[in-house]
């Protein structure tokens, strides 16, 4: 029997605003025991990457990882991959943005371990045939993709051992097909492990395996085993790769390419993991598709086509608003000239604002958790704020359809906020803070998804409307538990005037209030007024039916302005006093006409004013996701509702204006 070449490698990477703790536990128990006992073992050579935003973590907390790791690229026993820097899901991004975010991870791997990568790692395996091209212009020779994605090409399962060459507009690339502990045997393996589950499936007469593991995986892979720390286990797994030195032996994937000779070709169709590529479907496909596989005893991905790589953007109304900030900020980005200092800072901010673990719903939060969408916000904020040149920038208002969808929305960009606007509900559904940059709409509302099930949650816009039969309980109204008896939440809006002068805008819609048997007809007009530091919505209700109106109408407002309840406090303005809040539990204030809310780490108050007095109720926002052990709630943010009775008669109005304001 031939001796095999067997190719070992490591993903690692850990998204810009994932909690320090969690960062810290990471390292110490997955990444410092993974390098620290492959170094002694200095005859199993291993490839491995770690993203960028890793990279510059280690850095600052962990300068001794860094000195061990150029220690093991020196003496050749470690070959470092390339990527995207921020960990981006490469289709989604414009060429110019794929070819900057990998020239900046070389560029780093270059300055600090004294070597160019030649390999590129595509995170979730996301892959569309133009990456070829972009890859090779990057200097790329050889990327990685799963065997499923071979079998997708044509490859029959003897034909899963020896790099192919695709290629895209004339620029070749070498692919490796790659046996994913994580991925490629349905449960996570470790290194050893997977290697058994190779043998047993495919026998090991082939002239190369490729295996890599994902870094974090150490930790759960070390806890179910019987060693007393992830060290023992990883010696324990080394050891046993080292005893198969008879039959294999380890090399780095650059070398591997330079003895190859001949390849065969193809071309591979666009895809991914099937985890991302199945984020994009509803509960009820999810469902369906689990039926199927068990019905086709596991083979399904064979058989059951998924959608495209883009499809996960529109799970969620939250993903496609982050999506479009991000395309809108590249083309801003895109349009700047003369000053390559002040153009280059806005390029790394948006490439940060790419982090691809904020736009998918990924095992353990992805896109639900705030602290990831923040910091892409901030990014792309920043970026934005480069673009504008101090003393040609001045505040207005321009139409322009973002979100591809077909309807322009309207957008407000100030010196101090920025507020865009929406037709579908007539809301505000981005306010940033430009002082500190930060979208203090950031919510997310309730999805029905595979984990868990119960009520599906409203949508978690700002200035949505609804009529109720009556008042609403705290915990109902953060819920959307009162039944809403019009229709203007999710219909779309006309501009009935826009004044640019006066950063006015004008939005109607003709619509029904259901009372009982009775459908009356109502038009509700709001204009949006933009100012320095915040939005006044003047509103006007009219009956345009022959019967009396008589109900409560409700605006909600779902605000992020803190990432957590505990450093959120909130005041409320009655007319003799102030009253506090707890923001941690659901709670009203009946007749106020202001409601504060101000987050502890930033300083910057949020303020809601009313007119007339109303009813303020205000509740903390969670969503239940599965983090591998049961659902954890997530926070959201904070859900405010203010309520009115309204009563017309036919032909008649009601006003009454909102003001939502940034220090204030």
């Not at 809108?328 to 003369?338: E, M």
């Amino acid at each position: 029997m031939r001796k095999t070449h067997l190719v070992l490698g490591s993903y690692n990477h850990l998204p810009e605003g994932t909690e320090e703790s969690v960062f810290e536990e990471t390292y110490q128990t997955c990444y410092r025991p993974f390098l620290s006992v492959l170094y002694r073992f200095p005859d199993i050579f291993a490839s491995i990457h770690y993203s960028g935003s890793l990279l510059r973590w280690l850095e600052s907390r962990h300068p001794e990882f860094l000195m061990l790791l150029e220690e093991m690229v020196l003496r050749k026993q470690i070959e470092l991959l390339g990527g995207g820097f921020f960990a981006p899901l490469l289709p989604l991004l414009s060429n110019a943005d794929r070819l900057g975010q990998i020239e900046y991870l070389t560029t780093f791997i270059r300055k600090n371990f004294g070597r160019r990568p030649r390999g590129c790692w595509i995170p979730e395996y996301a892959w569309e045939p133009s990456l070829a091209s972009s890859l090779q212009t990057s200097g790329m020779d050889f990327t990685f993709l799963p065997v499923s994605h071979f079998r997708a090409a044509g490859f029959g399962e003897n034909e899963y051992f020896a790099p192919v060459l695709t290629e895209d507009q004339g620029r070749a690339l070498a692919v490796y097909p790659v046996f994913d502990c994580q991925l490629s045997f349905g449960t996570s393996l470790g290194l050893e492990e997977t290697l058994e589950a190779v043998r047993t499936r495919y026998g090991l007469d082939h002239p190369l395996i490729a295996v890599f593991l994902a870094g974090e995986a150490v930790k759960g892979l070390w806890s179910r085993s019987v060693y007393e720390s992830p060290d023992v286990y990883l010696e324990k797994t080394f050891t046993g790769i080292r005893k198969e030195s008879l039959s294999m032996d380890t090399v780095t994937p650059a070398r591997y390419l330079r003895s190859m000779r001949h390849f065969k070709r193809t071309y591979f169709p666009s895809g991914a993991t099937e985890r991302y590529l199945a984020s994009g479907l509803c509960a009820r496909l999810k469902r369906e598709r689990s039926a199927a596989q068990k019905s086709l005893n596991g083979e399904g991905e064979r058989f059951l086509s998924l959608g495209g790589i883009r499809l996960p953007l529109l799970r969620y109304e939250e993903g496609v608003s982050l999506y479009a900030k991000m395309q809108y900020v590249h083309l801003l980005t895109g349009q700047l000239r003369g000053d390559k200092s002040r153009k280059k800072t806005a390029q790394e901010e948006l490439w940060r604002g790419q982090s691809g673990d904020a736009y998918w719903y990924k095992p353990g939060g992805g896109i639900y958790r705030l602290s990831l969408r923040r910091s892409v916000y901030e990014a792309l904020i920043e970026a934005e704020k480069t673009t504008r040149q101090k003393g040609a920038f001045s505040s207005g208002i321009i139409q322009a359809d973002i979100d591809f969808d077909g309807v322009k929305e309207i957008l407000f960009q100030g010196t101090d906020i920025n507020a865009y606007l929406h037709a579908r509900g007539g809301v505000l559904f981005e306010l940033d803070s430009l002082k500190t940059s930060r979208n203090l709409s950031n919510t997310f509302g309730r999805y029905e998804e595979l984990e868990y099930s119960g009520p599906l949650g409203p949508r978690r816009r700002c200035f949505l409307d609804r009529f109720q039969a009556g008042p609403s309980g705290p915990e109902e109204s953060v819920r959307c538990g009162t039944v809403d008896l019009g229709n203007f939440a999710d219909s779309y809006f006309s501009i009935r005037e826009l004044k640019r002068s006066n950063q006015e805008i004008g939005l109607i819609r003709d619509g029904l209030v259901s009372l009982g048997e009775r459908k009356i007809p109502v038009t509700v007009e709001k204009v949006f007024q933009f100012r320095r530091t915040g939005v006044t919505v003047r509103y006007t209700i009219t009956n345009r039916g022959s019967d009396d109106l008589s109900c409560v109408y409700a605006c909600d407002l779902n605000l992020s302005p803190s990432s957590r309840p505990q450093k959120l406090v909130l005041a409320a303005g009655l007319s003799d006093r102030t009253v506090e809040l707890d923001s941690s539990v659901p709670g009203d204030v009946p007749q106020a006409h202001r409601l504060t809310l101000v987050d502890l780490e930033s300083e910057e108050p949020l303020s809601i004013s009313a007119d007339p007095y109303c009813r303020f109720l205000q509740a903390p926002m969670y969503t239940p996701v599965d983090a591998g052990e049961g659902a954890e709630p997530l926070y959201q943010g904070c859900a405010v509702t203010l309520e009115w009775p309204v009563s017309l008669r036919p032909d008649a109005s009601w006003k009454a204006s909102i003001t939502l304001g940034v220090r204030e």
